[in-house]
């Protein structure tokens, strides 16, 4: 049962242009969403997060937009740049009924950005 | 100065044998996670420990015992290790958010390979 989805693999854009990937979510528990970058060999770090009361928040060069009545989100980054060239990771957040902290992620994305 | 870091960073070894991987976070948080990614790249939380307490536990098999001696280490043992144990395994760590999303640090992750 894939709560998060991110339905493409990857997605090539010009250098300067903007970047917009996509997520799909199920789960109307989820209340934080959230978006992890990932290099080569490295762990994701994170990028940019959203509350479900919310929908937008911008951080710099980069924008995640969420439709809850869509139960879907985006992570803009305009412009983009070589150093954007990662996997990107879409993830929810859920708190258990014991307060615990659980992240469902998505399968990631890999954005190339063309010099 | 690494704020999670993992040990070994590769692992290669054969069906049956056990093997431990280390984890140390000097980010002074006291939530602890171990993730998996396989080879469809999902990324699944399999543990979180909150202050050395074992909180979340998926459906993860009982060969996989985290043991967590101090809020500062989570370590991994896989007894009888199988073929479909094969993945990267990412640590983390972050301070339990609550209300609000108290990002989570990964590790570089351990690549395991199973021949």
């Known amino acids: 049962d894939q709560q998060v989805k991110q339905n493409s693999p990857s997605l090539s854009v010009q250098e300067g242009r903007i970047s917009i990937l996509n997520c799909d979510y199920t789960n109307s528990m989820f209340d934080y969403f959230l978006w992890y970058k990932k290099y080569p060999a490295e762990g994701p770090t994170f990028l940019i997060s959203i509350s479900s009361i919310k929908d937008k928040n911008e951080d710099g060069r980069f924008t995640v937009f969420l439709n809850k009545s869509a139960k879907h989100l985006s992570l803009h980054i305009v412009p983009s740049q070589p150093g954007d060239s990662a996997v990107y990771f879409c993830?929810?957040?859920?708190?258990?009924?014991?307060?615990?902290?659980?992240?469902?992620f998505g399968t990631g994305t890999r954005l190339t950005i063309i010099p | 100065d690494t704020a999670v870091s993992q040990t070994p960073k590769y692992l290669v070894t054969q069906m049956g044998n056990d093997k431990s991987i280390k984890c140390e976070q000097n980010l002074g948080h006291d939530t602890m996670y171990w993730y998996k990614q396989d080879s469809k790249k999902f990324l699944k939380i399999m543990f979180s420990?909150?202050?050395?307490?074992?909180?979340i536990n998926e459906t993860v098999p009982n060969r996989f015992s985290p043991k967590s001696p101090d809020k500062a280490h989570l370590n991994l043992h896989i007894n009888s290790l199988e073929l479909g144990d094969s993945a990267v395994y990412f640590c983390?760590?972050?301070?339990?958010?609550?209300?609000?999303?108290?990002?989570?640090?990964f590790g570089p992750g351990t690549r395991l390979t199973v021949l």
């Open positions: 993830a929810a957040r859920r708190i258990s009924n014991f307060g615990n902290e659980k992240l469902t």
């Open positions: 983390a760590s972050s301070q339990a958010g609550g209300r609000t999303y108290n990002e989570q640090f």
């Open positions: 420990y909150n202050n050395k307490e074992l909180i």
